[in-house]
């Protein structure tokens, strides 16, 4: 499964988050189009509308698990998506922005 290091990732990056939503209310990466795994088959068309068209889709949840079954999803539609390794656990850890939707500090549930 393809796989991206947090470290590799740059600003403009585009990022999909799966976790659920007192997860993403608890803290999340600022930009990020939020589509919970388990609304994820019925909200696809907002990722599609949303992310760029010749564009990567990095996908993050909590530690890596439920973000690999959307990367493996999305790359049986032929959309070029990458799992990021480690999640939002290792986003935090190392030092990225961790924020709710009010834009104040956040943290990972």
Known sequence: MPTVEVGDLKD?????????????????????????????????AE???????????????????????VTMYLAQQGIDAVNVDGGMQTWAATGRPVVTDEGTPGFVL
């Open 12 to 44: 403009d990056d585009f990022l999909l988050d799966v976790r659920e939503d007192d997860e993403w209310q608890a803290g999340h990466a600022e930009g990020a189009l939020h589509i919970p795994l388990s609304e994820f088959v019925a909200r696809y």
């Open 47 to 69: 990722l599609t509308e949303a992310a760029p068209q010749d564009g990567r889709v990095h996908v993050i949840c909590r530690s890596g698990g439920r973000s690999a079954q």
